[in-house]
Nanobody, 112 residues
């Protein structure tokens, strides 16, 4: 059974940090590109970051460049999203994606 399970979301003040995790199972994780998406209320789901299968290549949305870092541990079948200098506009449900599968999402709320 293919499964992606996100964790690490929560409420944080502007300027704060959070680290999201996505644990994968049911497929050969190390062979696949992994992505983080987000969807804010009333908006379309957007790509935030992606990482190549071996982890050597990454790409980011312009809105998060320099603040977010995507990484992966292929021994732990986990992909991460380190989010620093968070802004209210980063508030969204964050989803992990890979192997044509979506996680259930984790809520990130940036508010004072």
């Amino acid at each position: 059974q293919v499964q992606l399970v996100e964790s690490g979301g929560g409420l944080v003040q502007p300027g704060g940090s959070l680290r999201l995790s996505c644990a994968a199972s049911g497929f050969t994780f190390r062979n696949y590109v992994m992505r983080w998406f987000r969807q804010a209320p009333g908006k379309e789901r957007e790509l935030v970051a992606l990482i190549s299968s071996a982890g050597g290549g990454t790409s980011y949305a312009d809105s998060v460049k320099g603040r977010f870092t995507i990484s992966r541990d292929n021994d732990k079948n986990t992909v991460y999203l380190q989010m620093n200098s968070l802004r209210p506009e980063d508030t969204a449900v964050y989803y992990c994606n890979g192997f044509q599968t979506w996680g259930q999402g984790t809520q990130v709320t940036v508010s004072s």
